[in-house]
C-alpha cells in the first residue's frame, strides 16, 4: 500500500481478521458446545486474548523491537529453537484459521446457492479448497486491498452484524426468547468453548507484521488492538445471545458452520438468510486473503533468521515468496478439503494458545518494566487452564478429532526437532 494507514485503518485489520473468523467460522462451533452460555464462552477467551495483546505490546516496547512473539523470543534471550518452534507453532495456527475461513466460506457459499453435490461429490471441500486457490494466485499476482477498501468493508461487515444483533435482540426480548445462559452454565464446558473461540481472536497480531504500512506504528498499533478486541467481543456477545436465543440446540447442533444465517430467518425472513450468507462470504475471503498475506510475510522473516528452511521460500524475494505461498495454500487446502470443522478450529485455537500463552508468561517474567504484572498473569493462567480443557474435550468427546490434531501435532514437533537440532544430529551421526 502506497499510503501508509492510521489508527483506522489499523483496526479495521484488526477487526477484519477477528470478525471473519469469530463470527461466521466458530459461533456456531461454541454455540453447539456451550448453548446460551456461548456469549459467556466469548468473553472469558475475549478477556485472555485482551491480556496476551496487553503482553505484545509491553514486549514490544521492552524490547523495542519489530515482529511479534519470535521477535520478543530472540529479543530477551531465549534460545534460537524455542524462538523457531513457537514460530512454527505460530506459522501453522494460521494455516487453520485460514482452513477454517475456508470451512466457513465453502458452507455458506454451497448453502446460499441451494446445492451441495454434484455428481455424488460434495461441493463444500470443492469450493473451500478453490477459494483459496484463488487467494493464493491473488497473493502471488501482488493484489491486496488498499487501506480504504479495508475500511470500507470490515465497516459493511460490522454494519451488517449490528443490524443482525440489534433487530434480532429486540425480536427475541419482544418473544420471550432470549436468555442469559448462567442456567446451563457447566464450568469444565464454559472453559472449553471458551478454549475453543480463542481463534476467534487473533487477527490483531496481525498488526505486528505490517508496521511499515502503518503511521506512527508504535502508538497506533496499541490503539488498535485496545480498541479492536473490545469491539469484537461486543459483536461476539451480542451475536451469540441472539443465534442460542432464536435457534433451538439441535438446529445449531445440524448446522453449526451456518447457524448465524438461519438465525437471521425468524426476523428478516429469507433476505436476512441471503444478507448475511454474503457477508458472510466477504468476511471470509478477506480473512484468507489477510491472513494468507501477513503469514507469507511472517515466513519470510522466518526465512530471513534461518528458521525455515531455504526450500520453503526465497527471503530475498521482492514482496511475499511465490513458493511460499503455494505451499501455505497447499496445506491449507488439505486442512479445509478433510478436516472438520471443529477439528480445524481446535488445532488452530490450540496453536494460539500455545503461543499466547507463552508471550503473557515472558511479559511476566519481565513484569518489573510493565505499568502492571496482573493482565500478562491472567493470560498465563487462562492458557493453562484453557489448553487442558480443549484436549480433555477433544480426547473424551471427539476422539477421532483429537487423533488428528494428535498426529499433526506430533508430526509438526518432530519437524521441528529435525530441523533445529539438525547440526547435532548430523554430528552424531558421522561420529557413529
Known amino acids: 500500500m502506497s499510503e501508509k494507514l492510521g489508527r ?26 456451550s448453548g446460551p452460555a456461548a456469549w459467556l464462552a466469548f468473553t472469558g477467551g475475549g478477556v485472555v486474548a485482551f491480556c496476551a495483546g496487553y503482553s505484545y505490546v509491553r514486549l514490544q516496547r521492552l524490547g523495542d523491537v519489530s515482529g511479534g512473539s519470535v521477535s520478543f523470543l530472540q529479543e530477551f534471550g531465549e534460545s534460537t529453537t524455542v524462538a523457531g518452534m513457537v514460530g512454527w507453532t505460530l506459522l501453522f495456527g494460521y494455516i487453520g484459521s485460514m482452513g477454517m475461513y475456508a470451512f466457513a466460506f465453502g458452507s455458506f457459499a454451497t448453502k446460499l446457492l441451494g446445492v451441495e453435490t454434484a455428481l455424488g461429490v460434495p461441493l463444500r471441500p470443492v469450493v473451500s479448497v478453490l477459494s483459496v486457490l484463488g487467494f493464493v494466485l491473488l497473493n502471488v499476482l501482488g493484489a491486496r486491498a488498499s487501506g480504504v477498501t479495508e475500511v470500507l468493508l470490515v ?17 427475541g426480548a419482544r418473544t420471550g426468547q432470549l436468555t442469559t445462559g448462567f ?7 464454559l472453559l472449553m468453548s471458551a478454549a475453543l473461540s480463542f481463534v476467534a481472536f ?27 478486541i473490545p469491539v469484537s467481543l461486543g459483536l461476539y456477545v451480542l451475536v451469540a445471545v441472539v443465534t442460542t436465543g432464536l435457534l433451538r440446540p ?21 433476505m436476512g ?12 475471503g478477506s480473512a484468507i486473503n489477510a491472513t494468507l498475506f501477513s503469514a507469507a510475510h511472517f515466513a519470510t522473516g522466518m526465512l530471513e533468521d534461518d528458521l525455515l528452511p531455504d526450500r520453503i521460500g526465497d527471503a530475498d524475494a521482492d514482496g511475499a515468496p511465490t513458493r511460499t505461498l503455494l505451499i501455505l495454500g497447499l496445506i491449507t487446502a488439505a486442512f479445509t478439503a478433510y478436516g472438520s470443522l471443529q477439528g480445524i478450529t481446535s488445532f488452530a485455537s ?22 502492571t504484572g496482573i493482565l500478562p498473569a491472567v493470560g498465563v493462567v487462562g492458557a493453562v487452564l484453557f489448553f487442558p480443557s480443549l ?36 554430528s552424531e551421526i558421522d561420529g557413529v
Open 8 to 33: 483506522l485503518g489499523a483496526v479495521s485489520i484488526a477487526l477484519g481478521g477477528m470478525i471473519g473468523g469469530g463470527i461466521f467460522a466458530v459461533l456456531g462451533v461454541v454455540a453447539e458446545m
Open 350 to 371: 490450540l496453536a494460539f494458545i500455545t503461543v499466547f500463552g507463552s508471550m503473557s508468561f515472558l511479559a511476566f517474567r519481565h513484569r518489573a518494566g510493565l505499568r
Open 155 to 171: 465497516a459493511a461487515k460490522v454494519g451488517i452484524l449490528l443490524i443482525f444483533g440489534v433487530w434480532g435482540f429486540y425480536f
Open 183 to 189: 442456567s446451563s452454565v457447566a464450568t469444565g464446558g
Open 273 to 284: 438468510f441471503i444478507l448475511i450468507s454474503v457477508a458472510a462470504l466477504f468476511s471470509t
Open 391 to 426: 484436549v480433555y474435550h477433544l480426547a473424551v468427546m471427539e476422539p477421532a478429532v483429537f487423533s488428528v490434531v494428535l498426529v499433526v501435532t506430533v508430526v509438526l514437533l518432530g519437524l521441528e526437532i529435525l530441523y533445529f537440532e539438525r547440526e547435532t544430529i548430523r
Open 202 to 228: 487473533q487477527g490483531w497480531q496481525l498488526l505486528f507484521y505490517d508496521e511499515g504500512s502503518l503511521r506512527n506504528a508504535r502508538t497506533t498499533i496499541p490503539q488498535a488492538i485496545y480498541l479492536s
Open 250 to 270: 439441535e438446529t445449531i447442533a445440524a448446522n453449526p458452520e451456518v447457524s448465524l444465517a438461519i438465525a437471521a430467518e425468524p426476523f428478516m425472513g429469507q
